[in-house]
Every structure is written in structure tokens, then in C-alpha cells.
């Protein structure tokens, strides 16, 4: 019986074989709608960004009509810009400063509280994580904001432009708690124990293993926490009445005011100034974020 179903099918394989073949866009259907979906979402990001780096070199008269392209570029309003706003420089100095500040502590306390939760097992880790967890789900930021104003008037750290960095740090060291958590849990706890068997220290141990292995999680809490202190504004517009001492998105907004003194292509030329460090910093690092990103949803 089973001969006579196998010549059956052999039978049969003919008219199989007699079908056309799929066609190119059957065979790569699916490829082409995730690349259009990818490609429209893309436009949709540059687009605007495009828009303002263009309308930022236009001349007056070209601003006041509807053609992408200017009919020639006009660079003097970066120069209007810093002559306008005479603290900018200052302002840019303090959103760096105050951004590596941020970024760096808050690197440094989530590496050794992930590292902790994850291969000390300390008693409470659960707890702990989930703590963290539910703390995302409140938007401190607006509850906190007087609790913060008093701490920060108690420090005296008001109209200081390194105390806006205790603020941000503890505001996005939960998030990054959880994001080094998760890429400590990538590292095999066989190979802490068998470092420490060696002799080596828990110091030593997360310097030449740990670190090595969850470099990518790194850059990811470095793109996260950038792009959280460099576009801050409410803590520093409460924290901050000096000019001199804020940070550059408080000086974007407040150029918005006044009489017809901020003409469109100005405007674009602060948002250019603006926005170009964070663009610089996720480009040289996106590979490793978007990798970074990919081991923790795998570990979740």
C-alpha cells in the first residue's frame, strides 16, 4: 500500500510541477510594504527637520513665500542669533555641561546598581526592581516639581547651573537602573563566579567582565539620558531665573517672544543650534543603541 501511495504522488508531481513559479512581487510582497511603512515614517521625521535647516538659511522675502528652495542661501541669521541672544554661548556651554554631568553619573550609578541586583543578589532585589518599575508610571516631574524646588532652595543650589544636575539624575536613574538590570542579566552568572574564584575582586570582576560584555546597554542609557537632559525644560525654567545660568531649551522658548523681533528664519536658526549635538550624538552611536535595545527585548 505504501508503494502504491508513493507512485501516487509521483503521479501527481507533474501537474505539480506544471504551476508558474510566484512572481517577483508574491515572492517579495512583504519586504517592500516594511521598507514603504519604514521609508514614510522616515519622511515623516526628516521632513521637518529638512524644513528648518532650509528655512534657516533663506532670506527674509524667500521665508514669506511658499518655495522649499530659496533662490539663494543667507547665513546672517546664526550671526543675528548670537547677537540677539548674548548669553547663547554661555546658555550652550551650560546644556553641555550640565548634560555630560547628568550622563555620566547616571551611567556610573546604574552600572553598579544593575551589576548589584543582578549577580550580589542582594536580599530585596525584587523589590527593588520592582519599585523601579512602578516609579515610571507616575509623571514625577509635575508631582515632584515643588518637592524638588524645596530640596534644591534647602541645598541652595537655586539659579545654580550644577544643581540642575542632582534634579536630573534623579529623575532618569530609574529608567537606567532597569536598562543596565536587564543587560547584566545577559552575562552568564557562571562567569562572575568563576572570575571570582580566580581571585578577583567584585571591582575587578565587573571592570574586565562585566563591562566588556554590556557595552551596548552603555550606549543606550548614554543616548536615553542625552536626550532627556539635553531637552529639559520645566526643572530648569523653575530652578533657574538667571539668563545666564539656563539651559538652551528655556532660551529656545523664550525667543519666541517679543514684537516681529524673531522672524521664522531666525527661529530656525536657534532650533538648528539646538538640535544638532543630540543628531550628532545618536548618529555616531546608533548602531549600538538599536543593538543595545534588541538584547533587551530578547532578555525580556
Not at 521637518?48 to 539663494?72: I, Y
Not at 543675528?80 to 548634560?99: D, E, G, K, W
Request: proline share 5%.
Amino acid at each position: 500500500m505504501l508503494d502504491a501511495f508513493h507512485q501516487g504522488r509521483v503521479a501527481s508531481s507533474p501537474n505539480a510541477a506544471s504551476r508558474p513559479a510566484p512572481g517577483w512581487f508574491n515572492r517579495n510582497g512583504s519586504a517592500i510594504v516594511r521598507h514603504a511603512v519604514i521609508n514614510f515614517f522616515m519622511l515623516i521625521i526628516l521632513l521637518p527637520l529638512a524644513w528648518v535647516l532650509v528655512m534657516s538659511v533663506k532670506p527674509l522675502p524667500d521665508a514669506m513665500r511658499g518655495d522649499f528652495w530659496p533662490r539663494h542661501f543667507d547665513f546672517t541669521h546664526y550671526g543675528y542669533v548670537f547677537q540677539r541672544i548674548a548669553t547663547l554661548p554661555v546658555n550652550l556651554f551650560n546644556s553641555i555641561y550640565v548634560t555630560a554631568s547628568t550622563v555620566l553619573i547616571t551611567t556610573i550609578c546604574a552600572v553598579l546598581a544593575g551589576y548589584a541586583l543582578v549577580h550580589l543578589r542582594p536580599r530585596g532585589a525584587g523589590l527593588v526592581a520592582a519599585a523601579l518599575l512602578v516609579s515610571l508610571y507616575f509623571p514625577v516631574r509635575v508631582v515632584s516639581i515643588i518637592s524638588i524646588y524645596e530640596t534644591q532652595h534647602w541645598l541652595g543650589l537655586i539659579n545654580s547651573t550644577s544643581g540642575l544636575v542632582l534634579p536630573y539624575v534623579t529623575l532618569q536613574l530609574a529608567i537606567s537602573v532597569l536598562i543596565m538590570r536587564s543587560m547584566f542579566q545577559l552575562v552568564p552568572h557562571e562567569l562572575i563566579e568563576a572570575a571570582r574564584i580566580d581571585g578577583a575582586s567584585h571591582w575587578r570582576t565587573l571592570w574586565m567582565v562585566g563591562l566588556p560584555m554590556v557595552r551596548n546597554g552603555l550606549v543606550v542609557i548614554f543616548i536615553v539620558n542625552f536626550v532627556a537632559a539635553w531637552g529639559e525644560y520645566l526643572l530648569c525654567l523653575t530652578l533657574i531665573d538667571d539668563e545666564a545660568a539656563r539651559t538652551m531649551p528655556v532660551v529656545l522658548a523664550a525667543a519666541q517672544g517679543g514684537q516681529g523681533q524673531w522672524a521664522w528664519p531666525n527661529l530656525a536658526a536657534v532650533y538648528v543650534i539646538v538640535v544638532t549635538p543630540g543628531i550628532l550624538a545618536f548618529t555616531f552611536a546608533q548602531k549600538l543603541f538599536f543593538k543595545g535595545l534588541m538584547e533587551g527585548v530578547v532578555k525580556g
